[in-house]
T-cell receptor, first 113, second 113 residues
Framework: ETGVTQTPRHLVMGMTNKKSLKCEQH?????MYWYKQSAKKPLELMFV???????ENNSVPSRFSPECPNSSHLFLHLHTLQPEDSALYLCASSHPKAGSTQYFGPGTRLTVL | GQNIDQPTEMTATEGAIVQINCTYQTSGFNGLFWYQQHAGEAPTFLSY????GLEEKGRFSSFLSRSKGYSYLLLKELQMKDSASYLCAVRGKIKAAGNKLTFGGGTRVLVKP
């Protein structure tokens, strides 16, 4: 089941660029998540939105700025990134209640030069 | 905090059985998930355990012992397409909203003919 889409699928950017990642879910969920997946490291939760309100921010640097305009859309705005920010960025959605399964999008492969 | 351990890699033969162990230490426990992730793709949900015991779904089964902080995923009648990473994730203390998961590093399973 892949009712979560992400664009772009691949992104290469310089350290001075500003770009945005987009996520859209068609599952009727009202909680959305951003994760970072780096090589050889576990999936790291970055942000959680529930009912369009940010409820979790896992000490993520301010060069990452999330936005959730409605329950179906989630953005991650990027500016002045570092090469170590190169990773796979995954979006997920779920119902907010305990035990609800999170469904993931295909991810955006980000390379920072 | 949360700490989740699983083996990095396992190799098995087509048609065989493989058991992937996951141990966790968490400040609270409200369920354990297993996900499958093929290279370059989104993680996909396999199973959810919140009570002790075995959950069976076709060729895949998942077991949980809360007192031991231990789970395993059992893959039977292995097929070549089962070659993937398998991610163990724990939901900790329930917060006001959202559904926060902490992931292990994943176990890469290689199925050989």
């Amino acid at each position: 089941e892949t009712g979560v889409t992400q664009t772009p699928r691949h992104l290469v950017m310089g350290m001075t660029n500003k770009k945005s990642l987009k996520c859209e879910q068609h599952l009727g969920h009202n909680a959305m998540y951003w994760y970072k997946q780096s090589a050889k490291k576990p999936l790291e939760l970055m942000f959680v939105y529930s009912l369009e309100e940010r409820v979790e921010n896992n000490s993520v640097p301010s060069r990452f700025s999330p936005e959730c305009p409605n329950s179906s859309h989630l953005f991650l705005h990027l500016h002045t990134l570092q090469p170590e920010d190169s990773a796979l960025y995954l979006c997920a959605s779920s119902h907010p209640k305990a035990g609800s399964t999170q469904y993931f999008g295909p991810g955006t492969r980000l390379t920072v030069l | 905090g949360q700490n989740i351990d699983q083996p990095t890699e396992m190799t098995a033969t087509e048609g065989a059985i493989v058991q992937i162990n996951c141990t966790y230490q968490t400040s609270g426990f409200n369920g354990l998930f297993w996900y499958q992730q093929h290279a370059g793709e989104a993680p996909t949900f396999l199973s959810y355990n919140v009570l002790d015991g075995l959950e069976e779904k076709g060729r895949f089964s998942s077991f949980l012992s809360r007192s031991k902080g231990y789970s395993y995923l059992l893959l039977k009648e292995l097929q070549m397409k089962d070659s993937a990473s398998y991610l163990c994730a724990v939901r900790g203390k329930i917060k006001a909203a959202g559904n926060k998961l902490t992931f292990g590093g994943g176990t890469r399973v290689l199925v050989k003919p």
